[in-house]
């Protein structure tokens, strides 16, 4: 990734002690979206360390190609598989979903909703939507709804299966989901103000991203709890990690260079981001309606879990996330 910012490269403190810590996943199927680096990278290489089916999510690119080889490369005799999904496109979505079938004939016992792009410039997707909303929650949205029934198979023979999503502290800047961000706007959505702390709209739209991968989180806790409580919903958020997202979104034009080297020293290394995915994805004392980060708001350190929180685990908001979220699918989505 080409950009006049470079990575600290922090060493991970944590990593390995976690990793040792989880149980095998053998025989289990994991589905991760966005894994050509970053987090994705690490937690799908983690898995099949763990000795999991990884199933990789990404769109068609030179980096799927390259991070696919990648993990082949380091781990040997490991099950991955390459898929391809891009997210700013409903169709490739669904598209996917037969290839994913054919590889769960067990089931899927992990959805990982990984993929993000933050502080992206005013665009459409070809769907008509916010490119970051489509890529970070409404694409997920489907997902999810698309691998249900394998879900639930996985959940029947295995005794649970998970969605673990992936949010931010950036969910803290905006306390209210607002409808306009999950409707067909995309493009009119604000423009690309990119001050991060007088919340230029770029980041205005990212922060309501990070908002609706919690409130979705809240919502399928709900009603997993209600309809078949082996379906678990966990979110974990992973602080601040050096990982190609800063690049990206200094390529876009979100950050400038300078700013972003300064704030990401307060910032861990990619393992220790993916510490909360981790855990969301394979440790047992993990349960359904938690969010799972270094503290609610911390930057880094080791990831607890904590209950979900009340300014998007509320009636309203659940309310217009999954009414909106069907709206823009075109698909109701009952469980
Ligand atoms: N790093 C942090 O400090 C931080 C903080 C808070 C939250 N997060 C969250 O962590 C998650 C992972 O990000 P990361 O930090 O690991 O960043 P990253 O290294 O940039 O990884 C992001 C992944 O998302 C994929 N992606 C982007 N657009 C996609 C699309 N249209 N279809 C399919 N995949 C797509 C990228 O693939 P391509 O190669 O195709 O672009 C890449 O594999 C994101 O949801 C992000 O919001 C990160």
Redesign the pocket.
Known sequence: MSSSYKKPGFDSKYFEQLLNSLPALESKTIAI????????FIAAEACARLGAKVILL??P?Q??DTSFAKLKMNISNAQFYKVD????SFESVRTSIEEINELCPEGLNVLCN?????AFRDEPTIDGYDIQMQ??HLSHFLLTKLLMPKLEVAAEKFGEARVVN?S???RHQQKELKSEYLERRGGKLGGDGASMFFLGARWVRYSQT?LANAAFTACLHEKFQKSNPKLKAMVA??G??E???QS?TVKDGGMGSFFTRYLMKL?QS?KD?SLGLLRCIADPKINSGVIVGPGLRGLKGKAKAFPLERFYDNKNTKSLLWSKSCEAISEEFNI
Request: proline residues 2%; aromatic residues 0%; neutral net charge.
């Open positions: 979206t966005g894994t050509t680096s970053g987090m994705g990404n769109r690119s980096r799927s999904c891009d997210l700013q990984n993929a993000g792009i933050m890529t970070n992936h931010s502290v950036a990070k958020h992973p601040l990690a990982s190609d997202l990206s910032g990619e981001g």
